[in-house]
């Protein structure tokens, strides 16, 4: 573990491979953290890559500088987060991949900084232009906890049991039995963090209109919001079975992206591909950064 200081962050990661091998940034979701690229960095760095696996804000050992700045967990507060990091890094040019929470961070910067992201894989969650737009009710139904957690009572019950909460969603969100208790616990230690439940809360909040955005953010808010198409190389990898992204909700996104787009569904996988299925997501992801 290294950490790296920013403006407003002293950020955790993983660093490791050749110096001079293509960088990648690998971004976990929620309720997740670095752990779940365990058999997938390995993986990319055999395959002469160089990989950066950092701490979102708000997880593990990733901290604030000051107890006076918002604990946004806007997606474009966190795309920010990465730029500042590459930039501590001396990483001009970097791919993305990113998982959940991670893969809208990756679409964001694909979106803002193209001429930064050489390629991005997005993992479970798909996107298009502007705000996200109301779910279906088959979706939204899925999005229970989103809709719990604008609810002072919701918020309450993240802050009160903040593992429990996460636990639940690993259940629900993937065919059972997919992980094991150490698993789990592995990385529900990272949930400690004592800026987790206000990140959370916020960052599904502020999704749906009913939390404040962080003024700081306005500009990239503003340009992401705009963008209308991505130039960035992008893959996308999507659950069959998942239990949380319906995946007929990721499909038909090709006319969203310039830069050329594939969009591969694993029969029986969940919302967790890097860990239930990483032989797979590691051909699909080793053959598409290495594709010239």
Not at 12 to 29: K, Q, T
Not at 157 to 182: H, L, M, N
Request: one cysteine or more; hydrophobic letters at 40%.
């Amino acid at each position: 573990m290294q950490f790296a200081t920013t403006s407003i962050l002293r950020i955790a990661y993983e660093r490791n491979g050749a110096n001079d091998g293509p960088p990648v940034i690998l971004l976990h979701g929620w309720p997740d953290d670095v752990r779940t690229f365990d058999r997938i960095a390995p993986e990319l760095r055999a395959a002469g890559f160089q990989t950066v696996v950092p701490w979102l804000r708000g997880f593990g050992p990733t901290s604030f500088l000051s107890s006076d700045t918002m604990r946004s967990g806007e997606m474009v507060a966190m795309a920010q987060d990465v730029l500042d990091l590459a930039d501590a890094l001396k990483l001009q040019t970097f791919a993305v991949v990113g998982h959940d929470w991670g893969a809208r961070i990756a679409y964001v910067l694909a979106a803002v900084r193209p001429e930064r992201i050489t390629r991005i894989c997005a993992l479970s969650v798909g996107w298009q232009p502007g705000e996200l737009p109301t779910p279906s009710i088959k979706q939204t139904r899925k999005y229970w906890y989103q809709w719990f957690m604008t609810t002072e009572r919701g918020a309450e019950a993240v802050r009160s049991d903040r593992k429990a909460f996460a636990r639940i969603q690993w259940e629900t969100w993937a065919p059972k039995g997919w992980f094991s208790e150490d698993e789990f616990e592995a990385t529900a230690n990272s949930f400690e963090n004592p800026d987790w439940p206000a990140i959370t809360v916020h960052s599904y909040s502020v999704r749906w209109g009913e939390a404040d955005k962080d003024r700081r953010y306005r500009d990239i808010d503003e340009r992401a919001k705009s963008a209308q198409t991505i130039s960035v190389p992008t893959l996308m990898i999507q659950g069959g079975a998942d239990g949380v992204t319906l995946p007929d909700t990721t499909d038909k996104k090709e006319k969203y992206f310039t830069g050329g787009y594939q969009r591969y569904v694993l029969d029986g996988v969940g919302h967790f591909p890097t860990r239930e299925a990483p032989d797979a997501v590691n051909r699909l992801l080793i053959d598409f950064l290495k594709a010239k």
